[in-house]
């Protein structure tokens, strides 16, 4: 069965401090790992697709990497803006339906 | 681009009413949406996978007779509770497959429940 882990449940930050969140997983075929944005009170907001391991991508201050194993979400000087629950998916197999890990809640201070 | 609507935003009923939840997806056709649910502190819950013009298929655990899966068209999914009770409050969210076949989807604002 396809698993997807995130680490950690919540992160507090300080305006600029830099740090990663984990998704590691398991899976048979990945077929593709997603990174969310979810804003209190609304659905996912879609940022990254990662398909293969050492594909990156990069979106402002968001960078995603991709291993054999887990996916990060680099977040570099963040603001507080960027206070929000990160959702990491992925799909594997048959395509249709996509995995969701708990999320990592996001609080970055002034 | 990849723009998905949801109607309402928030309803509130009373018990043993139904209520009807619409997915658009705005800019794009959307052969394939999923409707989830979310409860506080939790991750989303696929519900069922909506594919247009047959029907729908339903997670295991999701009773069909209670959540009416409708897909008529290419840009509209419609998610019906009927005879809603109390423990069908939650918040309700709906997703389409982006046009760029990478299996991303794109998702609505949620429908937030409240049943009285």
């Known amino acids: 069965e396809d698993q997807v882990t995130q680490s950690p449940e919540a992160l507090r930050l300080q305006e600029g401090e830099s740090s990663s969140l984990n998704c590691s997983y398991t899976v048979s075929g990945l077929r593709g790992l997603f990174w969310y944005r979810q804003d209190p009170g609304k659905g996912p907001e879609f940022l990254f697709t990662l398909y293969s391991a050492g594909e990156e991508k990069e979106k402002e201050r968001l960078k995603a990497t991709l291993t054999k194993k887990e996916s990060f979400l680099h977040i570099t000087a963040p603001k507080p803006e960027d206070s929000a629950t990160y959702l990491c998916a992925l799909n594997s197999g048959g395509y249709q339906k996509v995995t969701f890990g708990i999320g990592t809640k996001l609080q970055v201070i002034p | 681009g990849a723009v998905v609507s949801q109607h309402p935003s928030r309803v509130i009923c009373k018990s043993g009413t139904s209520v009807k939840i619409e997915c658009r997806s705005l800019?794009?056709?959307?052969?394939?949406m999923f409707w989830y649910r979310q409860f506080p502190k939790q991750s989303l819950m696929l519900m069922a996978t909506s594919n247009e013009g047959s029907k729908a298929t339903y997670e295991q655990g999701v009773e069909k007779d209670k959540f009416l899966i409708n897909h008529a068209s290419l840009t509209l999914s419609t998610l019906t509770v009927t005879s809603a009770h109390p423990e069908d409050s939650s918040f309700y969210i709906c997703s389409a497959r982006g046009p760029s076949g990478g299996g991303e989807q794109f998702f609505g604002p949620g429908t937030r429940l409240t049943v009285l």
């Open positions: 800019d794009f056709q959307a052969t394939t």
